[in-house]
């Protein structure tokens, strides 16, 4: 078998979604697990709506995911002449035809198709014109170009699409539609050229999602009369929002630059979008090459699948507590007072299994900087823990000579009667400025013995204010 060529093809109208995110992850997993090739193409043969900041944000949203490709970046734009020439071929051989239908006249002739109970397709009013009507009327009257899908079905032959999820579905010409494949401006739809690109560039698996199945239908009937075979399909199901609808912002849909700029790590989305829809993927963090090894297409399915943002971020926290600290402590500087480098990454190093998200740490502030206090319950909880308490604890502190937790805490109890909740939580206030925490036997040999002493001292500076 030749080898494996995928590709994304994305239309550089917007920023890269999630819908696109999984769809560009199957098709770089499928390459991956084959030991093929990933291309990416951008379909920007809609000038109007095509953006180089879109281009440039796609490849960037990608890199960022891990996705990257193999070769040059393709355009679509730079193969005009490879449509066009399918173009001439289409016209030579009667399969396409120019139609000068309004706008108007096909609303009308859509309302008047579903008053009837039949489907809204084109009602074929263009498609019996003589050529020498279209030309005469193509001098002076706008036009589009359709494929002439219904005058084939005349001749009986049917399009069967190969999906590897469905096998072999079956769509009968007459019900088709005539799609439209150049825009009045000129400008080709999608279903041409990225039928012929595919064929030309040697894609032999292309992944898309099932609202795709019917466009999928009129490619292989184009191919086919090109000349050209077809790629493997693989139509998967589509992402829908939490609730079971379109996505929506409600429902995350997210642009992957939103969730950049919300910190997430960018293997939370790739964790969380490669099991979707995916039964035999393993729960275990993995790299995109360990996810490639264990995908199996095969097992896609093909019902829609929700997306779940807190699943996403639930990876996300997976993620960042096997975050070694040396590679966290930049993260949650931003959210700390300033340290030293060694510092931040002490302070990462115990903190990190009390965060979900980096943006938390700042709740750890007090471990770097003995007067920041912004927890309005721990404040409470020294109030009413009171002065004398911190003032046995701290005095307790300086007769010792170590940071030993369990000794100091054993003697606080003894000396205030406080035990259990009582004697912790105010202690744990005191020194993280937290109710919770890492455990407080290394909160005190991370503070050791200055800054516990300097944490009691602020806390009888406050109660006794
Ligand atoms: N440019 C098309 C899109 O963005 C490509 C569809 C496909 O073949 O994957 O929908």
Known sequence: MSKVVTRFAPSPTGLLHLGNVRTALLSWLYAHKHGGR?????????????????????????????????GEVLFQS????????????????????????????????????????????????????????????????????????HDAAASGADVVVHDLLRGDVQF??????????????????FLLPNAVDDALDGITHALRGDDHLTNT???VWLLKHLGFAPPVYLHHGLLLGSDGAKLSKRTGSHSVAQLR???????????????????????????????????????????????QDDAMWRWHTKILHATPPATLA????????????????AVAGLIAGNLERAEQAMEFGRLIDATVLDSVESYEVGREAGWD????????????????????????????GCKGKALFLPLRAALTGVLHGPDMGSVVAFLGREGVAERLEDMLARVAA
């Open 38 to 70: 990933f291309l990416l193409r951008f379909e920007d043969t809609d000038a109007e709506r095509s953006e180089a900041e879109y281009i440039a944000a796609i490849r960037q949203d990608l890199l960022w995911l891990g996705l990257g490709w193999d």
């Open 78 to 149: 730079a193969h005009a002449d490879r449509h066009r020439e399918a173009m001439r071929k289409l016209d030579a051989k009667g399969l396409a035809y120019r139609c000068f239908c309004s706008e108007n006249q096909l609303n009308l002739d859509r309302k008047l198709a579903v008053s009837r109970g039949l489907p809204p397709r084109y009602a074929g009013r263009c498609r019996q014109l003589s050529r020498d009507e279209f030309e005469a009327r193509a001098a002076s009257e706008p036009f589009v170009w359709r494929l002439a899908i």
């Open 172 to 189: 009968l010409l007459h019900d088709l539609d005539d799609p439209v494949v150049v825009r009045s401006d000129g400008s080709f739809t």
């Open 217 to 219: 239908a009129y490619q």
């Open 261 to 307: 700029a919300a910190g997430l790590f960018p293997e939370a989305l790739v964790q969380a979008m490669a099991r979707l829809g995916h039964p035999n993927i393993p729960e275990e963090l993995s790299g995109l090459d360990e996810l490639a090894e264990a995908f199996d297409a095969s097992r896609l399915s093909t019902s829609p699948v929700r997306w």
């Open 330 to 345: 930049p993260l949650l500087a931003p959210h700390l007072p300033p340290a030293d480098a060694e510092r931040l990454e």
């Open 389 to 416: 308490f911190f003032d046995g604890a701290l005095k307790l502190w300086q007769q010792r000579s170590d940071a030993d937790w369990k000794a100091w805490s054993a003697a606080v109890s003894t000396a205030t």
